[in-house]
């Protein structure tokens, strides 16, 4: 099935081809948003347009009168081109396929399309074109859907956790005199906190498929990563990780969810605490944590030197369920993302396989 769209390139490639090309049918191949390639029935290229040599980068002329083979030994034609040039050629030609997407050494998405027809008298049209913005529509889609489908299954995996944490809570509370004798109660009130923390989680995990609205308290960035690092740094020294909480400098208050922003800063300590592990074996981590005032905003970041993303990865960051742990949820950033965004704020990131991963959270200020 070719679609409307093609259609209209064949007729104009066709009335091209039958010597009838006038001034407007060449302004309309020239300018349209597509590359394209015309490729006589010996599989010679007759047409090119501008799109296409400038995406080749490559003169027209030297195009013209070209076969696909003379093409993929072009001298000037670079090996990220040639490279996906041949991979279109193998799926369509050899597999019969009538589109291949691929994505470039940029992380734009392409579509490749080839038609040919009877009325085309041997001709065969090859067409590219971004499809980026589709792609990402596309993948917002998947997102919702993916998270539909997680407040189904949050039901009964919130039944199945919540019934134990509320007997470890019961007993902690009936240990907690005794931990007071010993002048350990301060290991009862972590150990309730954190438990009340995961029944939080659970209770966000329900809430996943509606959007939560945020309890609202204000604090300071300072007291929330102190304390974000105080939770994890022995399961850090544990890891060979070192925690390094940068000073900030003047005081800075946010007004958030207090609990949720907590949870989200803990997701990516956690993160990053598993991108050194992943690393290797007896690697030193560091993870420099801090934050700093951008005009009405505080940027919060959270950086390591651990094993780093490729972009696959970082392109899918932020999809529930996606994970490359083998014992991981793929949830971490999915709600953290959707968090942060509920309080008005941004997540971004950057990454370098081998060398490591920052994220900043942007929050608006109290001013
Ligand atoms: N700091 C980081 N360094 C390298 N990769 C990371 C980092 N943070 C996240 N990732 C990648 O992103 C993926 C998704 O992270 P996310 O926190 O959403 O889920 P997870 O950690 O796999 O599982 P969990 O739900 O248990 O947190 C991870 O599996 C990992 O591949
Ligand atoms: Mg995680």
Redesign the pocket.
């Known amino acids: 099935m070719i679609s409307q769209y093609q259609e209209s390139l064949l007729l104009s490639a066709r009335t091209f081809q039958s010597g009838l090309l006038d001034a407007t049918y060449e302004d309309v191949l020239e300018n349209i948003d597509s590359g394209i390639i015309l490729f006589d029935e010996l599989g010679v290229i007759s047409f090119v347009n501008k799109q296409m040599y400038g995406m080749l980068e490559l003169q027209r002329h030297s195009l013209v009168g070209c076969t696909m083979a003379h093409l993929l030994s072009h001298i000037q034609l670079n090996r990220f081109k040639k490279r996906q040039l041949l991979s279109s050629y193998r799926e369509m030609i050899y597999k019969g396929k009538p589109n291949y997407e691929f994505v470039d050494e940029f992380g734009r998405y392409w579509r490749v399309s080839l038609s040919s027809g009877e009325t085309m008298k041997g001709y065969y049209l090859f067409t590219v074109k971004e499809i980026s913005d589709y792609k990402l529509i596309e993948q917002t889609a998947y997102q919702n859907d993916n998270l539909a489908m997680l407040g189904k299954l949050s039901a009964s995996i919130a039944h199945e956790i919540r019934n134990p944490l509320t007997a470890i809570r019961g007993f902690i509370q009936l240990l907690r005199p005794h931990l007071h004798q010993l002048g350990k109660d301060e290991y009862a009130r972590i150990i309730l906190a954190e438990i009340d923390r995961a029944n939080d989680i659970i209770h966000e995990f329900l809430m996943s498929s509606k959007p939560s609205v945020p309890q609202v308290g204000m604090i300071s960035v300072s007291a929330l990563l102190k304390e974000a690092v105080l939770l994890t740094e022995s399961e850090a020294l544990m890891k060979g990780c070192q925690i390094h909480l940068h000073p900030l400098q003047g005081d800075m208050a946010i007004s958030v969810d207090v609990k949720q922003m907590k949870q989200v800063i803990l ?1 990516m300590i956690r ?2 605490m ?2 050194i592990t992943e690393r290797s074996d007896d690697y030193t981590g560091t993870i420099e944590i801090g934050a700093r005032r951008e005009g009405a905003e505080v940027r919060i970041f959270i950086s ?1 030197n ?4 490729d972009i696959c ?1 970082l392109d899918r ?1 932020f999809s529930p369920f ?4 083998e014992n ?7 709600v953290s993302d959707r968090i942060v965004k509920n309080h008005g704020g941004c997540i971004s990131v950057s ?1 370098r396989v081998n060398e490591g ?1 920052r994220f900043v959270i942007s929050l608006p200020l109290i001013q």
């Open positions: 997701n993160n990053a598993e991108a390591d651990g094993k780093g993303m990865t960051l996606f994970t490359t742990k991981g949820t793929g949830l971490g950033l999915s990454s991963t």
